[in-house]
């Protein structure tokens, strides 16, 4: 069972990047997928969730509007359309998967190896 996060990268201030997590191992609709992110010195927090069951879908209230996550079951991966970035933005971004769209990073069984997304001009 792998989770492989990538698209990561450098971006200035407005701009955008859709980041993916492709699943190995297991089918990825059997599972809620989250997106957590991580900055230096803060602990890691749940960005979006995905649940399995419907398709609702959760944001934390600083990308609500801005970020999309999205699943493409025939492809076996999730997405997150990040818009309008900022620099507090900045930070290790990871998936992860479990039965249910949890808000703690302890609950989650399977995690990605995190991409980092940098905003800065």
């Known amino acids: 069972v792998q989770l492989q996060a990538s698209g990561g990268g450098l971006v200035q201030p407005g701009g955008s990047l859709r980041l993916s997590c492709a699943a190995s191992?297991?089918?990825?609709?059997?599972?809620?997928i989250a997106w957590f992110r991580q900055a230096p010195g803060k602990e890691r927090e749940r960005v979006s969730c995905?649940?399995?069951?419907?398709?609702?879908?959760y944001y934390e209230d600083s990308v609500k509007g801005r970020f999309t996550i999205s699943r493409d079951n025939t492809e076996n991966t999730v997405y997150l359309q990040m818009n309008s970035l900022k620099p507090e933005d900045t930070a290790v971004y990871y998936c992860?998967?479990?039965?249910?769209?949890?808000?703690?990073?302890?609950?989650?069984?399977?995690w990605g190896q995190g991409t980092q997304v940098t905003v800065s001009s």
């Open positions: 992860a998967a479990d039965r249910a769209c949890y808000i703690g990073a302890r609950f989650y069984d399977y």
């Open positions: 191992g297991f089918t990825l609709d059997n599972y809620a």
């Open positions: 995905i649940r399995n069951s419907d398709g609702t879908t």
